[in-house]
């Protein structure tokens, strides 16, 4: 009679390097690496084809990468539930092992039914924390210590060798077709796997990450210099603790490296490059953090007070014309074509384009959310739902920030060469203009003939917005609301070291003027 198995359900967690549930299965006796492509995931809202094609380049060399081990991964197509009952029923399970996961309601709600299955079996489920989010926590207070002391504990070495388990079908992994996923084209996506992950990570530390602080901001300068590794953290061909062990790594080599009368590179750039990245790995999981304390964050405004304030169903016109980079605002568009057919975008035009949506076009943020997270290759629900919250305003306690699309524009793409590459209607528009078309005397030959005039006034649109946001703040009520989601969810300083600002630009305030906290960032 043949031992029962336990089994390792990947997740989002696709390697087999500092890979906690398949390390300690392993120890256990006959195990069985598993992963289910459940079809009613990848037609949720959030989901999208793009996201599909990196897993499935992961999931290739997964199975590579077991194989050599001596099992290869196993796939199946269907309910997780109905994958492990036939396993059971098949060769028996001894216990079930995975990671913690902090994904949607979807998820939550499908990790709920295998606890379920798994208690009515007797079948222990046990799963291993992979990053900095604390599931039950109790308090923020020392959190970012504790993530310290969780990032230095040494990396999980993969298993020496998986005895083959025999007379069982691998199964394969589906194409988006067979999955009835939608054409989403995405040309210049980033590729997925591990290997892929292990070069951005050496490039972005050795060769490219240098101008890091200095250039992140900008669309163009950012797709080079920022590390690109967010697809393989969010999906877990990297894991957070090699990632950060090899920042802390580079920053002690640099420290090093400064000392020495013979340097050979420039070290004051990357110190402060790699100061600001590994300050960055942090935050991205107090952010996640976040939704693992509080899941109606996909869905209901953390501050109820905001609930209602934009219109549920969005302006179709505005929306439509936002997720086509269609506004008539270049910056914005070029940003959000560039996004279409790249799956990425740095950070502050993330952002913006967020802010554009919830401020100046004055949508609600649910449905822009499930458009961006369709187009991110990187979605993480963790991150992804406080992002879009915080940059709408309507967690009641961030700043309000209100970017001026066009002075975003004049600033990360002087030139206009970022806007002429992804909206080429506008590539006869002089430098001057080309952030604001509608200011050149031959606006005519362009607008309303090849790209569209405005759909806003994005500086009375943002006036607007910032009178309607602070009509809610004010009282005794908001205050209070607001004070206790501070305790609950804001960060404490202790063991995050700060990042440096850098110095503003002259004349980087000359913009909208918004009182009372509110910033429309230049």
Same mark, same amino acid.
Request: hydrophobic share 40%.
């Given at each position: 009679?043949?031992?029962?198995?336990?089994v390792v359900?990947?997740?989002?967690?696709? &390697?087999?390097? +500092?890979?906690?549930?398949?390390?300690?299965a392993? #120890?256990?006796? /006959?195990? @069985? *690496?598993?992963?289910?492509?459940e079809?009613?995931?990848?037609?949720?809202p959030?989901?999208?084809?793009?996201?599909?094609?990196?897993?499935?380049?992961?999931?290739?060399?997964?199975?590579?990468?077991?194989?050599?081990l001596?099992?290869?991964?196993?796939?199946?197509?269907?309910?997780?539930?109905?994958?492990?009952e036939?396993?059971?029923?098949?060769?028996?399970?001894?216990?079930?092992?995975?990671?913690?996961e902090?994904?949607?309601?979807?998820?939550y709600?499908?990790?709920?039914?295998?606890?379920?299955?798994?208690?009515a079996?007797?079948?222990?489920w046990?799963?291993?924390?992979q990053?900095g989010?604390?599931?039950?926590?109790?308090?923020?207070?020392?959190?970012? &210590?504790?993530? +310290?002391r969780?990032?230095?504990?040494p990396?999980? #070495?993969?298993? /020496?060798? @998986? *005895?083959?388990?025999?007379?069982?079908?691998p199964?394969?992994i589906p194409?988006?077709?067979e999955?009835?996923?939608r054409?989403?084209?995405?040309?210049?996506?980033?590729?997925?796997?591990?290997?892929?992950?292990l070069?951005?990570?050496?490039?972005?530390?050795?060769?490219?990450g240098r101008?890091?602080?200095?250039?992140?901001?900008g669309?163009?300068?950012?797709?080079?210099?920022?590390?690109?590794?967010s697809?393989?953290?969010?999906?877990?061909?990297?894991?957070?603790?090699?990632?950060?062990?090899?920042?802390?790594?580079?920053?002690r080599?640099?420290?090093?490296?400064?000392?020495?009368?013979?340097?050979?590179?420039?070290t004051?750039?990357?110190?402060?490059?790699?100061?600001?990245?590994?300050?960055?790995?942090?935050?991205?999981?107090?952010?996640?953090?976040?939704l693992?304390?509080e899941?109606?964050?996909e869905?209901?405004?953390?501050h109820?007070?905001?609930?209602?304030?934009?219109?549920?169903e969005?302006?179709?016109?505005?929306?439509?014309?936002?997720?086509?980079?269609?506004t008539g605002?270049?910056f914005?568009?070029?940003?959000?074509?560039?996004?279409?057919a790249?799956?990425?975008?740095?950070?502050?035009?993330?952002?913006?384009?967020?802010?554009?949506?919830?401020?100046?076009l004055?949508l609600?943020?649910?449905?822009?959310?499930?458009?961006?997270?369709?187009?991110?290759?990187?979605?993480?629900?963790?991150?992804?739902w406080?992002?879009?919250?915080?940059?709408?305003?309507?967690?009641?306690?961030?700043?309000v920030?209100?970017?001026?699309?066009?002075?975003?524009?004049?600033?990360?793409?002087?030139?206009?060469?970022?806007?002429?590459?992804?909206?080429?209607?506008?590539?006869?528009?002089?430098?001057a203009?080309?952030?604001?078309?509608?200011?050149?005397?031959?606006?005519?030959?362009?607008?309303?003939?090849h790209?569209?005039?405005p759909?806003?006034?994005?500086l009375a649109a943002?006036?607007?917005?910032?009178?309607?946001?602070?009509?809610?703040?004010?009282?005794?009520?908001?205050?209070?609301a607001a004070?206790?989601?501070?305790?609950?969810h804001?960060?404490?300083?202790?063991?995050?070291?700060?990042?440096?600002?850098p110095?503003?630009a002259?004349?980087?305030?000359?913009?909208l003027?918004?009182?009372?906290?509110?910033?429309?960032?230049?």
């Amino acid at each position: 009679m043949t031992a029962p198995l336990h089994v390792v359900w990947f997740k989002r967690d696709l &390697r087999i390097a +500092d890979q906690r549930a398949l390390a300690k299965a392993a #120890a256990q006796g /006959p195990m @069985l *690496p598993l992963f289910v492509v459940e079809p009613a995931l990848w037609h949720q809202p959030d989901m999208a084809g793009r996201h599909w094609a990196f897993v499935a380049d992961c999931l290739a060399e997964l199975r590579r990468d077991l194989a050599a081990l001596g099992q290869p991964l196993v796939v199946r197509v269907g309910s997780v539930v109905d994958a492990l009952e036939h396993i059971h029923a098949d060769r028996g399970m001894a216990a079930l092992w995975s990671h913690e996961e902090t994904g949607n309601a979807w998820t939550y709600a499908r990790d709920r039914q295998v606890a379920a299955w798994c208690r009515a079996r007797g079948i222990i489920w046990h799963q291993e924390r992979q990053n900095g989010v604390i599931r039950r926590l109790a308090s923020r207070d020392g959190w970012a &210590r504790r993530w +310290d002391r969780f990032m230095a504990e040494p990396l999980t #070495a993969p298993p /020496p060798g @998986l *005895p083959p388990l025999a007379g069982l079908d691998p199964g394969s992994i589906p194409a988006a077709a067979e999955l009835g996923l939608r054409d989403d084209p995405c040309p210049q996506r980033q590729r997925g796997g591990r290997d892929a992950g292990l070069e951005r990570l050496h490039s972005f530390l050795i060769e490219r990450g240098r101008d890091y602080r200095r250039a992140m901001s900008g669309p163009a300068t950012g797709e080079t210099v920022c590390s690109r590794l967010s697809p393989h953290l969010a999906w877990g061909s990297l894991s957070a603790r090699e990632v950060a062990q090899a920042t802390w790594a580079r920053q002690r080599a640099l420290k090093e490296a400064a000392k020495s009368a013979a340097r050979t590179e420039n070290t004051a750039g990357w110190r402060g490059s790699m100061t600001s990245f590994a300050g960055r790995l942090h935050w991205r999981c107090h952010f996640a953090q976040k939704l693992e304390d509080e899941p109606r964050l996909e869905f209901a405004c953390l501050h109820g007070a905001y609930a209602g304030l934009r219109a549920a169903e969005p302006d179709r016109a505005r929306l439509e014309a936002w997720c086509k980079g269609e506004t008539g605002l270049p910056f914005v568009d070029a940003c959000m074509r560039a996004l279409t057919a790249t799956g990425w975008m740095n950070f502050r035009m993330r952002a913006m384009l967020m802010a554009v949506a919830s401020y100046h076009l004055w949508l609600d943020w649910r449905r822009p959310g499930e458009h961006l997270a369709r187009l991110f290759t990187d979605y993480d629900p963790g991150i992804h739902w406080p992002q879009v919250q915080m940059q709408s305003g309507t967690t009641g306690i961030n700043t309000v920030r209100i970017y001026n699309p066009v002075k975003q524009g004049h600033d990360q793409d002087p030139q206009g060469a970022f806007v002429r590459r992804w909206i080429p209607e506008l590539a006869d528009v002089p430098d001057a203009f080309v952030h604001e078309p509608w200011r050149w005397e031959a606006a005519g030959r362009v607008l309303d003939r090849h790209y569209p005039f405005p759909i806003v006034d994005h500086l009375a649109a943002a006036r607007e917005a910032r009178q309607k946001v602070w009509a809610v703040r004010r009282g005794g009520a908001y205050r209070a609301a607001a004070d206790a989601i501070q305790d609950k969810h804001g960060s404490r300083k202790s063991g995050v070291r700060p990042v440096r600002r850098p110095k503003q630009a002259p004349g980087a305030d000359d913009q909208l003027s918004l009182a009372l906290g509110a910033k429309e960032l230049p």
